[in-house]
């Protein structure tokens, strides 16, 4: 008997609800809908655009300041709950917490800006902007962690691409706020509190785990389409910026710019159409002329038991066995991958790389204060810094997988080189050089893009896949950890000693309430030189875990993988057009025959 996915006869209105079936319900289409969530999720790399707003609205020095852009960085990486949650829950159930934590967060800032409602004390802006950007990780574990599970042999490009529409998130947010609210920072609040809610629930649905993990035979360039197609809005973007800083824009030049960038955003949908009509095809094809069907035998009901049995009696304690850790690329346990050394210095690397560049990104305001640019060129520094992180996130999702694949180049390796490029940027701000801040913001946005993908493929090559939602989370605890170390008590403290040391030799004091402002080269070059010192410690670590995972990295890091895929997926063939189908025999007798 033969059991079809998707009905084949009829004529052509039959035909054409055949084809959208295919389409809405189909993996590409869930890959796009992923890109345009990630592409308006960019809140939390936003702050140093509406931060100068809250520190002159509140009165709050920059210690109090960068305090507001810890909580903002832990609460964009303290995941823990919403893995939990994915971990057990579909992913549509984490996609909807997030969308109200992002409105509700987010939405009582722009009331405090806009004095809608009294002045909040310190903590309550803490506690309303880590709500807002805890829903960063609900969007991580709703999109990230889905699209690797669903395309584990691509990881690398399905994490690049992602993690890239993400990057660009900031300029696109930005390019829609100027044509919509022109330059009031406040609007922009609330534009980051509204507009992710809507997309998220317009696509809640559509986001899901789907059956099986075979690798299609035209993958890879599906994605080099979608990636292509990015680049273009990546450069349109880039165009944009720079024209926008040399000549003023209108709100209706604007509304012009975002159309285009509109039509860029959504030209990745004739791909998905394409690709999904050529499956349609040949499931029709097939379901006519199923001769071209390979048999696979599925294993007898002993062998089954006999490999259930084996399981069983190799499950232990966790807690017995979290210092015996399997072969690299096993599935770990949690207490097994918290407790490795790999762990350890990967963890270690990560605090100092993503805490000294997160400290730039939430600064870039301040910085391009203290040093005497204008306000629409620090507007433009967060949107360079945005389009040149999602660069810097393709390179290393992408260029890092084919590396790995093809030259057995160890994606640590490629950590390290980025940690070394990101003390570049931090001695430009430090010693001043001419229009260092647009270098600076360039190297540091796309080393700051480019730690994320690297980062979170290593947990997920190194540990497996198991129980990645928690690991995943996990590894993102680094940042905040960073964050605070370098932007808080490092970076802030330094900033307000410099700008009081000014008011000093003014013979002036601060009055209570009012913001405290540092100008001049000084206000950041010992904490960037400090920045530079944490980040070559980092990459000394991250030197050693190079050296650790050397030879795993020689090897086909994906061939077990591949191997248990084949086994849990028995039964299911390819066909010699490349459609998915199912059969099952038992015996000689009894066949059966089913087509997805």
């Given at each position: 008997?033969?059991?079809?996915?998707?009905?084949?006869g009829g004529g052509g209105w039959a035909d054409m609800k055949s084809i959208t079936r295919q389409v809405l319900k189909g993996r590409w289409f869930m890959v796009f809908t992923t890109c345009l969530l990630m592409s308006v999720s960019g809140a939390s790399y936003m702050f140093g655009l509406y931060s100068n707003e809250i520190k002159s609205t509140l009165g709050y020095d920059q210690t109090t300041l960068n305090l507001l852009g810890f909580f903002k960085d832990l609460g964009s990486n303290i995941g823990i709950l919403s893995g939990l949650i994915n971990q057990v829950t579909p992913p549509w159930v984490v996609l909807v917490v997030g969308g109200v934590l992002n409105f509700f967060g987010y939405f009582m800032?722009?009331?405090?800006?806009?004095?809608?409602?009294?002045?909040?004390?310190?903590?309550?802006?803490?506690?309303?902007?880590?709500?807002?950007?805890?829903?960063?990780?609900?969007?991580?574990?709703?999109?990230?962690?889905?699209?690797?599970?669903?395309?584990?042999?691509?990881?690398?490009?399905?994490?690049?691409?992602?993690?890239?529409?993400?990057?660009?998130?900031?300029?696109?947010?930005?390019?829609?706020?100027?044509?919509?609210?022109?330059?009031?920072?406040?609007?922009?609040?609330?534009?980051?509190?509204?507009?992710?809610?809507?997309?998220?629930?317009?696509?809640?649905?559509?986001?899901?785990?789907?059956?099986?993990?075979?690798?299609?035979?035209?993958?890879?360039?599906?994605?080099?389409?979608?990636?292509?197609?990015?680049?273009?809005?990546?450069?349109?973007?880039?165009?944009?910026?720079?024209?926008?800083?040399?000549?003023?824009?209108?709100?209706?030049?604007?509304?012009?710019?975002?159309?285009?960038?509109?039509?860029?955003?959504?030209?990745?949908?004739?791909?998905?159409?394409?690709?999904?009509?050529?499956?349609?095809?040949?499931?029709?094809?097939?379901?006519?002329?199923?001769?071209?069907?390979?048999?696979?035998?599925?294993?007898?009901?002993?062998?089954?038991?006999?490999?259930?049995?084996?399981?069983?009696?190799?499950?232990?304690?966790?807690?017995?066995?979290?210092?015996?850790?399997?072969?690299?690329?096993?599935?770990?346990?949690?207490?097994?991958?918290?407790?490795?050394?790999?762990?350890?210095?990967?963890?270690?690397?990560?605090?100092?790389?993503?805490?000294?560049?997160?400290?730039?990104?939430?600064?870039?305001?301040?910085?391009?204060?203290?040093?005497?640019?204008?306000?629409?060129?620090?507007?433009?520094?967060?949107?360079?810094?945005?389009?040149?992180?999602?660069?810097?996130?393709?390179?290393?999702?992408?260029?890092?997988?084919?590396?790995?694949?093809?030259?057995?180049?160890?994606?640590?390796?490629?950590?390290?080189?980025?940690?070394?490029?990101?003390?570049?940027?931090?001695?430009?701000?430090?010693?001043?050089?001419?229009?260092?801040?647009?270098?600076?913001?360039?190297?540091?946005?796309?080393?700051?893009?480019?730690?994320?993908?690297?980062?979170?493929?290593?947990?997920?090559e190194l540990f497996g896949l198991k129980y990645y939602s928690i690991l995943y989370n996990f590894g993102a605890l680094a940042s905040p950890i960073g964050s605070y170390l370098l932007n808080v008590s490092v970076t802030g403290y330094l900033y307000d000693k410099e700008a009081l040391k000014q008011l000093a030799a003014l013979g002036l004091k601060r009055q209570p309430?009012?913001?405290?402002?540092?100008?001049?080269?000084?206000?950041?070059?010992?904490?960037?030189?400090?920045?530079?010192?944490?980040?070559?410690?980092?990459?000394?670590?991250?030197?050693?875990?190079?050296?650790?995972?050397?030879?795993?990295?020689?090897?086909?890091?994906?061939?077990?993988?591949?191997?248990?895929?084949?086994?849990?997926?028995?039964?299911?063939?390819?066909?010699?057009?490349?459609?998915?189908?199912?059969?099952?025999?038992?015996?000689?007798?009894?066949?059966?025959?089913?087509?997805?």
């Amino acid at each position: 008997m033969v059991f079809p996915a998707t009905g084949g006869g009829g004529g052509g209105w039959a035909d054409m609800k055949s084809i959208t079936r295919q389409v809405l319900k189909g993996r590409w289409f869930m890959v796009f809908t992923t890109c345009l969530l990630m592409s308006v999720s960019g809140a939390s790399y936003m702050f140093g655009l509406y931060s100068n707003e809250i520190k002159s609205t509140l009165g709050y020095d920059q210690t109090t300041l960068n305090l507001l852009g810890f909580f903002k960085d832990l609460g964009s990486n303290i995941g823990i709950l919403s893995g939990l949650i994915n971990q057990v829950t579909p992913p549509w159930v984490v996609l909807v917490v997030g969308g109200v934590l992002n409105f509700f967060g987010y939405f009582m800032i722009w009331l405090v800006v806009t004095k809608r409602i009294g002045k909040p004390s310190v903590w309550n802006m803490c506690l309303y902007i880590f709500i807002g950007a805890n829903s960063h990780t609900f969007t991580n574990n709703g999109v990230l962690v889905t699209s690797v599970k669903n395309f584990p042999e691509s990881r690398g490009m399905v994490m690049g691409l992602n993690n890239g529409y993400i990057g660009l998130s900031a300029a696109i947010i930005t390019q829609l706020f100027h044509a919509f609210f022109g330059s009031n920072t406040k609007s922009l609040i609330l534009l980051m509190a509204s507009l992710p809610v809507v997309v998220s629930f317009t696509f809640v649905r559509v986001i899901r785990v789907l059956k099986g993990g075979v690798r299609q035979p035209n993958e890879i360039r599906v994605f080099c389409n979608f990636l292509c197609i990015s680049l273009c809005l990546a450069g349109f973007l880039m165009v944009m910026i720079i024209v926008q800083n040399n000549v003023t824009f209108t709100q209706t030049e604007y509304g012009a710019s975002v159309g285009m960038m509109f039509f860029l955003l959504f030209l990745p949908i004739t791909v998905v159409v394409k690709q999904e009509y050529k499956i349609w095809k040949i499931n029709k094809k097939v379901i006519n002329d199923p001769s071209s069907l390979k048999v696979i035998t599925e294993p007898s009901p002993s062998s089954i038991s006999a490999a259930q049995e084996s399981i069983a009696e190799n499950q232990t304690s966790c807690w017995k066995t979290m210092f015996r850790p399997p072969d690299r690329g096993e599935d770990y346990t949690i207490l097994q991958a918290l407790f490795s050394i790999d762990m350890l210095l990967l963890f270690l690397a990560t605090i100092c790389g993503l805490g000294g560049t997160l400290t730039v990104m939430d600064n870039l305001g301040q910085i391009g204060t203290s040093l005497g640019y204008p306000l629409a060129s620090i507007s433009n520094f967060v949107s360079l810094s945005s389009i040149w992180s999602y660069l810097g996130v393709v390179v290393a999702g992408v260029v890092a997988e084919i590396f790995v694949t093809k030259y057995k180049f160890p994606r640590p390796l490629m950590h390290t080189l980025i940690l070394l490029l990101s003390c570049v940027g931090y001695l430009l701000i430090a010693y001043n050089v001419k229009h260092a801040l647009y270098f600076a913001s360039i190297i540091l946005g796309a080393c700051c893009g480019a730690q994320w993908p690297l980062v979170f493929t290593i947990i997920s090559e190194l540990f497996g896949l198991k129980y990645y939602s928690i690991l995943y989370n996990f590894g993102a605890l680094a940042s905040p950890i960073g964050s605070y170390l370098l932007n808080v008590s490092v970076t802030g403290y330094l900033y307000d000693k410099e700008a009081l040391k000014q008011l000093a030799a003014l013979g002036l004091k601060r009055q209570p309430g009012e913001e405290l402002n540092c100008s001049g080269g000084e206000c950041y070059r010992l904490s960037f030189i400090i920045l530079t010192a944490v980040t070559l410690f980092g990459t000394l670590a991250s030197l050693i875990l190079v050296l650790r995972t050397r030879k795993f990295y020689k090897s086909d890091i994906y061939k077990k993988f591949r191997e248990e895929v084949k086994a849990a997926e028995t039964g299911q063939a390819i066909g010699q057009d490349g459609v998915e189908m199912t059969v099952v025999t038992r015996g000689e007798k009894n066949s059966s025959l089913s087509l997805k």
